[in-house]
């Protein structure tokens, strides 16, 4: 059983990633993480505050005409043993954004889960390994309990024919919805829109299922 947990911070916003862009959210931005993504703009260092089961549900469930709580980072699945203790005395829907690794920790709290946006990380975008084996095991976990996905990979204009394949076979025996959005640096997309179509039709020649969608939240200047 774990307690209490440290938070970066807690915010009330519009999401601006995926197919739920614009509804409004509450965000729980959890401080750790098992990856050092190279476009992560997320400060863990400072602004941290440690709060208790009884304290956290009280500003959850108090929060007024949200369409759901978005536990965020960072990685919450680092959070999973508070998440487990924590999640059973929210009374809202539980949206996951999660980098799609931890699987293991994922078992832990899916009943709790409503909806999972999922990370594929590509190692031409993110600068870490190849992590595939990791998301098809975590994909396997939500598909057996029957939770809403979808996929979300951030990406440039390195990513590999191989990466585009390998990601297209992973999600085509489940059809889940691909969001594919591009990489932005300072609120700027970092390739030209020549190479954004190009990389769009190599995927959606391959899988149906796929859309392109920037982070709407940075053009609209909300967190």
């Not at 911070?9 to 862009?21: A, H, L, N, R």
């Not at 440690?50 to 956290?56: A, G, K, M, S």
């Not at 995927?203 to 920037?214: Q, W």
């Given at each position: 059983m774990s307690n209490k947990v440290f938070v970066?911070?807690?915010?009330?916003?519009?999401?601006?990633?995926?197919?739920?862009?614009?509804?409004?959210?509450?965000?729980?931005r959890f401080s750790k993480c098992n990856l050092h993504c190279s476009y992560c703009d997320t400060d863990f260092?400072?602004?941290?505050?440690?709060?208790?089961?009884?304290?956290?549900?009280?500003?959850?469930?108090?929060?007024?005409?949200?369409h759901s709580v978005s536990l965020t980072g960072g990685e919450p699945l680092m959070e999973s043993d508070f998440l487990s203790d924590f999640l059973p005395h929210i009374n809202k829907p539980i949206y996951l954004e999660t980098n799609g690794t931890l699987y293991k920790n994922l078992e832990k709290i899916i009943n709790y889960i409503d909806i999972i946006s999922m990370d594929f990380k590509l190692k031409s975008a993110s600068d870490n390994?190849?992590?595939?084996?990791?998301?098809?095991?975590?994909?396997?976990?939500?598909?057996?309990?029957?939770?809403?996905?979808?996929?979300?990979?951030v990406f440039d204009s390195n990513i590999t024919d191989e990466e585009i394949s390998t990601v297209v076979n992973i999600l085509k025996p489940y059809n889940i919805l691909l969001v594919l959005q591009p990489k932005t640096e300072k609120n700027n997309i970092c390739f030209n829109s020549d190479s954004?179509?190009?990389?769009?039709?190599?995927?959606?020649?391959?899988?149906?299922?796929?859309?392109?969608?920037?982070?709407v939240h940075k053009f609209i200047n909300v967190r």
């Open positions: 970066n911070e807690i915010f009330k916003s519009v999401q601006g990633e995926g197919p739920y862009i614009g509804v409004n959210q509450l965000f729980i260092s400072s602004n941290l505050k440690e709060y208790d089961i009884n304290t956290l549900a009280s500003i959850v469930n108090g929060c007024k005409n949200i390994g190849s992590l595939f084996e990791l998301h098809k095991k975590f994909i396997d976990i939500v598909i057996k309990n029957k939770k809403e996905i979808f996929v979300k990979t954004l179509m190009r990389i769009f039709d190599k995927f959606s020649d391959k899988y149906e299922n796929v859309r392109l969608i920037p982070q």
